[in-house]
């Protein structure tokens, strides 16, 4: 482990594997020069830093895109096998979640489009699961990717503020397509100048706050994930920082605590999604 | 916490998922539910039209048995009715026959009463006829005579 002091080890912990491009002439934090821009992974918190965007996580990716892969395939597996006699028990697990997701669309979700639905099952059980990562013990699988000489290794896609913004960039553009594809340019326009105030002059105005209005969607959608994901995780490193025979009297009752908060997260962001895209399919 | 391509790489992730599950995921697993609604709801119907059905039914069959027993009793009594009317008709015909055959034995006896005080008549002409012969001591022409005699006779 590359950590000596807690503040080092909370830093480790919280820096994800980054592939990324170092531009010409950069100095490498072993004194070495790189001669040339050269794509490689980052071998430090600050080499990472300066990549800047020409970056990629590769935990945040690998990770989020298994988790993508168990839920489809484990629906698809049911999907395929769908019985309409009695169900299974792993049948019975996911249409109790298709059936949730369902319930949840139904209230919230006003127009008719066969799109949503699936939508939001795919945002709460990735989430979902996504966050459920959280509860694996904060050093197991980065020990295991140290021995693999791997020096960063944060397995929790929600912790990173691109895995949640990535999946709100997502919904947000839907919520412009469909606004656009709903209301037609004209009426998105007319909507955005005419409320929530009414008249000619007032339309600066109300541009600017149902722009803005328009905007905090998606930033609203992924801070509110990454921040309680990012906060829960810092909590779990530092009870990890404590001795460890009596790490479990905090991180226990942490856990059990989360197991709630994953939840509860995973479905705020769907819900929230589905009311954005609501209101995107409401024609005035 | 740095913000780079892991952005777009996360969104183009996020969208395959979706058309993944738009397209293979979803469309089964919701069919399968709401064929299997479709089947319990046509279950349940069916169940309470059958039981409709008993119900109308059990009441036809009550029905028809009070029918059954209607038309019986009517049936007996038209039998009853009938066998009534034979017995009376015979009786009837019974009597009939009787009094015709006493009827007709009464003819038979005036008939032969009548044959019987005929030939008496004759015999009773011809023995007095026969008296007369004696008292007169000659013969009688009986052509002479036949007209007194029959005369004689109808008077007996």
Known sequence: MAADTPVEYIKHHLTNLTY???????????GTVVEEATWTMARTGQEAADMGFMAIHVDTMGWSIAMGLLFLGLFRFVAKRATTDTPS???NFVEMTVEFVQGIVRDVFHGRNPLIAPLALTLFVWIFLMNTLKLIPVDYIPSIAHAMGLEYFKIVPTTDPNGTFGIAIGVFLLILFYSFKVKGAGG????????????????PFNLILEVLALIIKPISLALRLFGNMYAGEV???LIALLPFWIQWTLNVPWAIFHLLVITLQAFIFTTLAVVYLSAAHEDH | MNINLTLIGQTIAFAIFVWFCVKYVWPPITEAMSARQKKIADGLSAADRASLDLELAQEKASKELQKAKEESAALIDQANKRAAQIVEASKDDARKEGEKIIEQARAEIQQERVQARDALRAEVAAIAI???????????DAKAHSEMLDKLAAEL
């Open chain 1, 235 to 237: 909590i779990f490193i």
């Open chain 1, 89 to 91: 028990g792993v049948q």
């Open chain 2, 130 to 140: 026969a008296g007369a012969e004696k008292i007169l001591e000659t013969s009688v």
């Open chain 1, 20 to 30: 990324g491009k170092l531009p010409e002439g950069y100095e490498r934090a072993d």
């Open chain 1, 188 to 203: 998105f326009a007319k909507e955005l100048s005419f409320t929530p105030f009414n008249h000619w002059s007032l339309v």
